[in-house]
């Protein structure tokens, strides 16, 4: 997503073809590339779901790495059958591990937030 978000979007072959190097098999490479392609697919929805709860960091003031974590978390919660609460914990790890010093905290209270939303619907 972070190559989607710096300018491949459009060439989705080539940024699966940079992870010929990275650790894992074919298999999971395919699952994590799709499941960042429907992601992206959805960054609409996901923005507008971080907008409205953190309006004084709109998405173009966000670290990339923080808006596609969210925009991932949000996607996986809304689109697939991930129990919320993986996807959080997972969220915030990918958060502590490749973001600010800041990144887990703002991510967990997001995410948290939409989901507390959603079971109160």
């Known amino acids: 997503m972070y190559q989607f978000d710096s300018g491949s979007a459009d060439n989705p072959q080539g940024v699966l073809e940079t992870l ?3 650790p894992g098999g074919e298999a999971a490479h395919s699952r994590g590339m799709n499941l960042a392609t429907l992601a992206w697919e959805h960054r609409e929805e996901a923005d507008k ?14 670290p990339i790495i923080d808006r596609n974590i969210l925009r991932l978390g ?3 919660m809304r689109h697939e059958n991930t129990p919320a609460g993986v996807v959080i914990s997972e969220a915030v ?3 502590k591990e ?10 967990n209270a997001l995410l948290d937030s939409i989901l507390h939303e959603a079971e109160a619907e």
Not at 98 to 107: I, L, N, P, Q, W
């Open 49 to 62: 779901a971080v907008a409205a709860r953190a309006p004084e960091w709109p998405t173009q003031r966000q």
């Open 74 to 76: 949000i996607y996986e």
């Open 98 to 107: 490749f973001g600010t010093d800041k990144s887990a905290s703002f991510v």
């Open 20 to 22: 010929a190097d990275s």
């Open 93 to 95: 790890e990918l958060a």
